[in-house]
C-alpha cells in the first residue's frame, strides 16, 4: 500500500510491546520505530518486531504522522501534549488521563489541530459486544464483575482506573444515558491504591448498574449481566461468549439465530422463554481497536472511542473514588 501510516509507539511495557507487534503487521501500517525511558525495553522490541529503536522521544514523534501511547497513566497528559502539539495523530491507552482537566486539554488540542485523539477502551472491541449492540436495546439493570489475580502493572492508579473503568466506558455506551447518582466503597489490600471496589450508578434513563472490579482475585473473571424488560443478556467477555434469555408474547417462537436456541414453556403461566447461544466469531481485539484507528486517520473518519467519551468515563470513576474514599472514612472514623 503506497499510502501507509507512518506510526510510532511510545512506552514500551507488557501493553507497549504488543502495540509493537501488532502495528509491525498491519498492512496499512508502516512502523517507523518505538521509544522507551528504559532504553533496552525499545531495543529489545524494535530487535524483535523488525523495526528502530529510537532514543529521543521527539525524534520519533517527528518522523511518524500517528502515535500510539503505551506509557503509566501518570504519564499520559505530558506525553500527549507533546505529541498532539507536534502535529500528529494520538492513540492513547485508557483511562484517558490522570485527571479531567488534563483530559479536556488533550481534547481541545486534539480539535483546534484537526487531530485523530482515540481512547483504548479495548472492550468496545469485544466480538461479543460488537455481534450483541444491536440487541441491547433498553438496559434497566447491569451487573460487572471484573476480578483479576495480582499484577505489579497498573498500581499507579486506583482499581476504579486500572480494571472498573473498562465497565464504566460499556454502562455510558450501552445506556446513552448520564450517571445521576453514585454510591461506592473500596479498600486498599497490597498496593497503596484501591484494590477491589463496587459502585452502585444510577442512569437518568432508570438503568441502575452494579460494578465490582479486584486485582487481588485468585482467578480472573471478566463478565457482564444486562437485564432489560423482557430479557437478559449475560456476556462472559473471557471467552468471548454469550447466553440470550428472552420472554416470548403469547403464540410467539423463539427467531432463528445463530448458535444454540432452544425454548422453556412455563405451561399454566403462559410464559415461554427462548434461550440462545450465539455463534461469536472471535478475533484479536487489538488488532481490531488499533486497525480502527489507523482506518479513522486515513479514511478521515470518526474514531471508534472519542476523547469525550473517555472524559465521561473518567468524570464518573473520579466520583466513583471520590465517594468510595469519603465512605472508607466514614468507616474508618466508627473504628475508632
Known amino acids: 500500500m503506497a499510502n501507509k501510516l507512518r506510526t510510532g509507539v511510545i512506552g514500551i511495557g507488557h501493553l507497549g510491546r504488543a502495540h509493537v507487534k501488532i502495528l509491525s503487521k498491519i498492512e496499512s501500517c508502516e512502523l517507523v520505530g518505538c521509544y522507551d525511558v528504559v532504553q533496552e525495553k525499545a531495543e529489545m522490541a524494535a530487535l524483535e518486531h523488525g523495526t528502530k529503536a529510537f532514543s529521543d522521544q521527539q525524534s520519533l514523534i517527528d518522523q511518524c504522522k500517528a502515535i500510539s501511547l503505551?506509557?503509566?497513566?501518570?504519564?499520559?497528559?505530558?506525553?500527549?501534549?507533546?505529541?498532539?502539539?507536534?502535529?500528529?495523530?494520538?492513540?492513547?491507552?485508557?483511562?484517558v488521563t490522570r485527571k479531567s482537566e488534563e483530559a479536556q486539554k488533550l481534547i481541545e488540542l486534539a480539535r483546534a489541530n484537526g487531530l485523530k485523539l482515540q481512547v483504548g477502551h479495548i472492550e468496545r472491541f469485544n466480538p461479543a459486544i460488537r455481534s450483541l449492540r444491536d440487541k441491547i436495546t433498553y438496559p434497566s439493570f447491569i451487573e460487572a464483575h471484573r476480578l483479576s489475580p495480582f499484577n505489579f502493572r497498573?498500581?499507579?492508579?486506583?482499581?476504579?482506573?486500572?480494571?472498573?473503568?473498562?465497565?464504566?466506558?460499556?454502562?455510558?455506551?450501552?445506556?446513552?444515558?448520564?450517571?445521576?447518582?453514585?454510591?461506592?466503597?473500596?479498600?486498599?489490600?497490597?498496593?497503596?491504591?484501591?484494590?477491589?471496589?463496587?459502585?452502585?450508578?444510577?442512569?437518568?434513563?432508570?438503568?441502575?448498574?452494579?460494578?465490582?472490579?479486584?486485582?487481588?482475585?485468585?482467578?480472573?473473571?471478566?463478565?457482564?449481566?444486562?437485564?432489560?424488560?423482557?430479557?437478559?443478556?449475560?456476556?462472559?467477555?473471557?471467552?468471548?461468549?454469550?447466553?440470550?434469555?428472552?420472554?416470548?408474547?403469547?403464540?410467539?417462537?423463539?427467531?432463528?439465530?445463530?448458535?444454540?436456541?432452544?425454548?422453556?414453556?412455563?405451561?399454566?403461566?403462559?410464559?415461554?422463554?427462548?434461550?440462545?447461544?450465539?455463534?461469536?466469531?472471535?478475533y484479536d481485539m487489538l488488532t481490531a481497536e488499533l486497525s480502527s484507528f489507523i482506518d479513522a486517520v486515513q479514511k478521515d473518519r470518526p474514531v471508534e472511542v472519542s476523547g469525550k467519551e473517555a472524559l465521561e468515563a473518567l468524570e464518573v470513576a473520579a466520583r466513583i473514588e471520590e465517594t468510595a474514599n469519603r465512605s472508607l472514612g466514614e468507616l474508618q472514623a466508627k473504628l475508632k
Open 70 to 95: 503505551v506509557v503509566p497513566t501518570t504519564e499520559h497528559y505530558r506525553c500527549g501534549r507533546d505529541i498532539l502539539e507536534s502535529g500528529r495523530h494520538l492513540f492513547i491507552e485508557k483511562p
Open 154 to 282: 497498573g498500581l499507579d492508579v486506583a482499581v476504579i482506573f486500572d480494571l472498573m473503568i473498562h465497565d464504566i466506558d460499556l454502562c455510558l455506551y450501552l445506556t446513552k444515558s448520564k450517571v445521576i447518582d453514585i454510591q461506592a466503597s473500596a479498600v486498599n489490600v497490597v498496593s497503596e491504591k484501591m484494590d477491589i471496589a463496587n459502585a452502585r450508578l444510577t442512569f437518568e434513563s432508570g438503568c441502575v448498574a452494579n460494578l465490582t472490579a479486584s486485582r487481588i482475585s485468585p482467578k480472573g473473571m471478566r463478565k457482564l449481566r444486562i437485564f432489560q424488560p423482557k430479557g437478559y443478556i449475560s456476556i462472559d467477555f473471557s471467552d468471548p461468549s454469550a447466553e440470550i434469555y428472552n420472554l416470548l408474547d403469547k403464540g410467539e417462537e423463539p427467531s432463528a439465530t445463530s448458535g444454540f436456541s432452544t425454548a422453556i414453556d412455563f405451561g399454566d403461566a403462559g410464559k415461554k422463554i427462548s434461550i440462545n447461544k450465539p455463534s461469536i466469531e472471535k
